[in-house]
């Protein structure tokens, strides 16, 4: 590990906004922020751009990124900690572990913005919008809670088109090319690092804002491989 990234990990050890695999917290973050504003999560937060400046925006809601890098998290935990922001937190922790952070109905919104679109058909289950995924914010999420994915990659946006289908998920709005759209949202114009490598080379940023239920049957995740077997 180099020298940088263990200075950042040994500073985020006394960042009073940052967790690290804590233990109790499931249905006490209300305790945590101290007060019981709506919370926001940011999933592979990376550097945290999303949880920062949507904290700048909403200053009456909770946001929290989450991200298994230490040295990532620093740099949004670092800017919240200099901007003065009460309402931004991060948790250091896998995302296969939500369920073990936050409580039923605990969450009102996830926001996912550029993670690895994971494309070789072998890892698809690690798209973190699979249904694997999808189940477990189901979990945490009150009823009428939404999961924005904000993405480069036309091959996740697709895939998750798919899910929502096959899934019969709510789909309250996508976009194909966003900057292409006459009127843009403030939340959609909040620009990360990985969105401005442009990865996938597409020149493109696709979004995708839909709801989960409880109704997405195990036995349909079979027809979802055959289906991604049939399109690669």
């Known amino acids: ?4 990234k263990l200075i950042r990990f040994e500073a985020i050890k006394s960042f009073p906004n940052v967790l690290q695999y804590p233990e109790g917290m499931k249905g006490k973050w209300h305790e945590f922020f101290g007060n019981k504003n709506a919370i926001t999560l940011e999933l592979a937060c990376g550097k945290g751009e ?15 990124g989450i991200d298994l890098k230490g040295n990532r998290i620093w740099a949004g935990a670092k800017k919240s900690l200099e901007e003065g922001l009460k309402n931004a937190a991060f948790l250091r922790t896998q995302i296969e572990r939500i369920t073990d952070y936050f409580d039923e109905d605990e969450v009102s919104e996830i926001w996912i913005t550029f993670p690895d679109p994971q494309l070789r058909l072998s890892k698809a289950k690690k798209r973190l ?31 998750t088109l798919v899910v929502t289908e096959l899934y019969g998920l709510n789909v309250l709005e996508h976009h194909n090319d966003v900057y292409a759209q006459l009127l843009i949202h403030d939340d959609l114009k909040i620009k990360t690092y990985y969105e401005s490598l442009d990865i996938a080379g597409s020149n493109k940023v696709h979004y995708i804002k839909f709801r989960v239920t409880a109704n997405m049957p195990v036995e349909k995740d079979a027809h979802l491989k055959q289906i991604l077997s049939e399109l690669s």
């Open 50 to 64: 999303y949880t920062v400046s949507l904290a700048t925006q909403y200053p009456g809601k909770n946001f929290i």
């Open 1 to 4: 590990m180099g020298h940088k």
């Open 129 to 159: 919008t699979h249904p694997r995924f999808l189940r477990l914010y189901e979990k945490i999420l009150k009823k009428d809670g939404v999961v924005h994915l904000k993405t480069d990659s036309p091959d996740l946006y697709n895939f």
